[in-house]
């Protein structure tokens, strides 16, 4: 038996009717299916716990997901292979903590509260795949290190150091988390996991079976901001938005490492460091895009690859053949050098250049 335990954000207020009507449908729902547990309610939030045969539960989940009713459900515990119910009596108990004036009942709803907010914060700080372990009853602490074929993808935004000297920190801030947001949306988007930021750097992997799906994330962001980019005022710093990815496949030795001040999910390798060294050639080369020949092999969709050269790059004792996509979209690609002439064009009329920043 599987038992998860998820918080969630009603979309509006409900009456007390409406509330009730959710127990009813589901004590009812939940009868034939062997599910039992138990289900909180206040004005803005939902507590539930549902326990019962694993594919039921997770179908079950699945609907509760896609009621318009509430919003953000936050799976904060799974647990698989569970013996004893914990609710065996409730084929789903509605408790209203909103309406009663039971002095337990009002603390469990502070209690709630608290720990909903709580989760809520650490949600947004938490790397995506410490999640999807919790999500899928696996604790992130318990899985040792081991080696895995993965795609590794960087990317990052060309002559970033240069440009947030001139613009306004908002601005600045603003962009980074703009194309993070669509960068990291594209990655998951495509079956990728987000590995970590670092400043205006994205770091993904994806499954080594799953080069289409890199492939698809990076053409999906250049699209995104160039369409940005495009449609900012001539004076914004989005207008000066490119990016540069590098992808390679290999293994790499995936899980727990830190200290015990901060501890990582990650992966680590010579697959990351050349990908990293590929993202930093895209501004040599003039093309958005730099692969490995290991990247091309894996892919099962036709692409149009192009050889680029081969590069001697840092920390790796051979040479390296280097390839690129032919699509139109990886050759709008603009150099440190180029974006840095586009500044000065544009300068006299925006009157861009060193901003006072106050700190
Ligand atoms: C917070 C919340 C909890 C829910 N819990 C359950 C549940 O345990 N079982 C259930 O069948 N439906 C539950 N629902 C309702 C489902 O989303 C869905 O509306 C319902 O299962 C459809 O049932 P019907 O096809 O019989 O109308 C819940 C909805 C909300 C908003």
């Known amino acids: 038996m599987k038992r998860i335990m998820y918080v969630s954000t009603a979309t509006a207020p409900m009456s007390g009717n409406e509330v009730e ?5 589901s004590s009812r729902n939940n009868l034939k299916v062997g599910i039992t547990g138990v289900l909180f309610s206040a004005h803005e939030f939902f507590f539930q716990i549902l326990e019962g045969d694993a594919h039921q539960v997770d179908r079950l989940l699945e609907r509760i997901r896609r009621d318009r009713r509430h919003r953000d459900v936050l799976v904060l515990k799974a647990e698989l292979d569970v013996t004893e119910r914990l609710f065996s009596k409730w084929s789903m108990r509605m408790i209203r903590l909103d309406s009663s004036s039971d002095f337990i009942l009002q603390a469990l709803r ?61 601005e600045v801030a ?20 987000v590995t970590k930021y670092v400043g205006d750097c994205v770091m993904a992997h994806f499954n080594g079976d799953n080069a289409d799906g890199a492939l698809e994330a990076c053409l999906g962001t250049l699209s995104d901001i160039k369409n940005m980019r ?43 460091n050349l990908a990293a060294r590929l993202e930093g050639l895209t501004r040599n080369i003039g093309r958005a895009i730099a692969l490995t020949r ?37 050759g709008e690609m603009r150099t440190h050098d180029q974006l840095v002439d586009d500044m000065l064009l544009l300068g006299q009329a925006c009157r861009f250049g060193p901003v006072s920043q106050s700190m």
């Open 21 to 25: 009507e959710i127990g009813r449908v």
């Open 110 to 170: 502070t209690m709630l509260e608290n720990i909903t907010e709580s989760y809520r914060i650490i949600e947004r700080y938490t790397q995506p795949s410490v999640l999807k372990l919790l999500t899928e009853g696996v604790n992130p602490l318990g899985v040792p290190v081991h080696k895995a074929e993965q795609i590794v993808l960087f990317g990052d935004i060309v002559a970033f150091s240069y440009l947030s000297e001139r613009f306004p920190i908002e």
């Open 174 to 193: 603003d962009l980074v988390s703009q194309f993070l947001e669509v960068c990291s949306r594209r990655v998951v988007e495509n079956g990728g996991e």
């Open 230 to 272: 495009e449609g900012a005022d001539s004076c914004r710093l989005m207008r000066f938005l490119y990016s540069g990815f590098g992808l390679t496949k290999g293994s790499v030795i995936e899980g727990n490492i830190g200290s015990s001040i901060k501890l990582d999910y990650t992966v680590l390798g010579d697959t990351v």
């Open 294 to 330: 290991a990247v091309c092999d894996a892919c099962t969709q036709t692409w149009q690859f192009v050889p680029v050269g081969d590069f001697h790059l840092k920390g790796q004792s051979q040479s390296c053949p280097v390839y690129s996509l032919a699509d139109e979209i990886v």
